[in-house]
């Protein structure tokens, strides 16, 4: 395939960037941050009307609300963006951590953190992921190429122009950020083929996306997943809690990937149950697609077909089974997850531990909403994405997972 010169152009700007930006110090880092989070709230007009004009396009196109919602920026979300920088400079910079030993032979070995160089970014809707991978990858050493959606192609455009220009004025090399502004899938597709640019690609959106990479790319891919996330309400239940909990993984924020899919509830405490976070649904019309037990509780619900529980709904639509026990609970689990967060609510500790051991997923949780599979909500400023894979990255990737190992042997004429 045919790299266009525009792309072949940002390629060998980031890659020079890159190697300078290996060498910055965390002060020289932190003082760019800075400077990129005091910009966004100087140019929040700027940034506001970018943003309007990518969602009055996105309304006369149809998009669902739910993505235009994703799509949306306001005042609170450009501070919001802003205080995540800030975060982001608070935290370790994780280039040069490591650890060293001597051998017998008189070898002294020092395993250390490096960037990974130059990371390309391909993603959907959301206007605050052009910040939070700038930041995350400024801070770890490493020069970012944007691709955002079409969506949102004005904020990102804005976005980009005010983070790069910050960060550059204030000492980090021309080319550590790069926006992609064609939104032709071609580029996005010449994009997954310059091996000699770029060190790794992340995708971030939809499964569509997602797959597209992973079978196109010849850079390598850390794959970020969608999320088909389950809730089981157990049979020793707080049922309150667990109507609070389920309702938050929900209707929270439905269009992300931590949001809540599919609710199993113990056939036990089902005809209690269903009834009361049936009603908080459909009082905030979340539709409900249940299979033909709920269907005997709940008469406003939908039939489920087998496709719904497979399906990251993205909207305010979730799927409810009953199920007999804790197995049969697993083995849906196991068969329909795509192993990025899993929650039971329960008050018994020996079926919390057994949930925590047997679900295979980045994040597995007691009593507590999906919702917080974040960056930000465990403390890593921001998020590059939700891996779930397991090699190199598993859950939200942050600053140590834009790293790589490297080892340097100091010798005194040691030989073989």
Request: proline share 3%; net charge negative; charged share 25%.
């Amino acid at each position: 395939m045919e790299i266009s010169q525009e792309l072949l152009t940002i390629g060998q700007r980031a890659k020079n960037a890159a190697r300078r930006l290996a060498f910055m110090g965390t002060e020289a880092k932190n003082k760019s941050l800075a400077a990129m989070a005091e910009a966004l709230t100087d140019h929040q007009e700027e940034i506001l009307s970018a943003n309007a004009r990518d969602v009055q396009a996105a309304e006369k196109k149809g998009l669902r609300k739910s993505l235009i919602n994703r799509l949306l920026l306001t005042e609170k979300s450009i501070k919001g963006m802003s205080e995540a920088i800030k975060e982001v400079i608070a935290l370790p910079d994780p280039v040069g951590g490591g650890e060293f030993w001597t051998r017998p032979n008189g070898l002294r070995i020092q395993k250390t953190r490096v960037p990974l160089g130059v990371v390309a970014m391909i993603y959907e809707a959301r206007p605050n992921v052009t910040v939070d991978a700038a930041a995350l990858c400024l801070k770890s050493g490493n020069a970012c190429i944007l691709r955002g959606g079409s969506e949102a192609i004005e904020s990102n455009k804005v976005l980009a122009q005010i983070i790069s220009e910050a960060a550059e004025n204030s000492g980090s090399p021309a080319g550590s950020i790069q926006l992609v502004a064609m939104t032709g899938r071609e580029y996005a597709l010449q994009l997954m083929k310059m091996n000699k640019y770029l060190d790794v690609i992340i995708p971030r959106g939809g499964a569509g996306l997602i797959q597209t990479v992973i079978e196109n790319s010849t850079v390598p891919v850390i794959q970020t997943g969608t999320g088909v996330c389950h809730a089981f309400v157990d049979k020793d239940a707080d049922l309150e809690k667990a109507a609070a909990i389920v309702y938050n993984s929900k209707t929270q924020n439905p269009g992300v990937c931590n949001a809540l899919e599919t609710l199993l509830v113990h056939e036990d405490v089902a005809r209690n149950y269903l009834p009361l976070i049936g009603q908080k649904f459909k009082q905030n019309g979340v539709e409900i697609r249940g299979c033909e037990k709920v269907l005997c509780v709940l008469d406003y619900a939908n039939p489920a077909e087998e496709q719904d529980w497979a399906t990251e709904y993205l909207d305010l639509i979730i799927s409810v089974k009953v199920v007999k026990d804790l197995d049969e609970a697993l083995d849906h689990i196991y068969k329909y997850s795509t192993k990025h967060s899993e929650t039971i609510i329960t008050e018994d500790y020996s079926t919390a531990q057994r949930f925590l051991r047997e679900i295979d997923a980045a994040v597995v949780y007691v009593n507590a909403s999906t919702r917080f599979t974040d960056g930000g909500r465990f403390g890593f400023g921001a998020e590059i994405g939700i891996s779930t894979q397991k090699l190199h990255a598993r859950g939200p990737m942050a600053l140590p997972e834009l790293t790589t190992i490297k080892y340097m042997v100091y010798g005194d004429n040691q030989i073989v």
